[in-house]
């Protein structure tokens, strides 16, 4: 059983920082690829960055330049730095590990960038 745990949301100022965690914990041999999604209410989930384990790295347009992603293998965990945030980066954010070819999703963390 693979269990993923978020942590790091919470409420920031526009232009603030956030750093978002997700450790990947059980029977786990390899993790090609982990990363973040992100979805608002009556929208579909998005990918937001995903790294793999030759830390090739991908980013949706929207957060190119302010969000990095990085992992670190020896603890199955997967970081993302969000800075220079704006309101619409406000959403539920969710860990994405692959592992032996499946998806497994973490229990999603809320991000509320306001004044």
């Known amino acids: 059983q693979v269990q993923l745990v978020e942590s790091g949301g919470g409420l920031v100022q526009p232009g603030g920082s956030l750093r978002l965690s997700c450790a990947a914990s059980?029977?786990?041999?390899?993790?090609?690829?982990m990363g973040w999604y992100r979805q608002a209410p009556g929208k579909q989930r998005e990918l937001v960055a995903i790294i793999t384990n030759g830390d090739n790295t991908n980013y949706a347009d929207s957060v190119k330049g302010r969000f990095t992603i990085s992992r670190d293998n020896a603890k199955n965990t997967v970081y993302l730095q969000m800075n220079s945030l704006k309101p619409e980066d406000t959403d539920v954010y969710y860990c994405?590990?692959?592992?032996?070819?499946?998806?497994?999703w973490g229990q999603g963390t809320q991000v509320t960038v306001s004044s």
């Open positions: 994405y590990a692959q592992i032996g070819g499946y998806a497994y």
């Open positions: 059980g029977s786990i041999f390899a993790i090609p690829a």
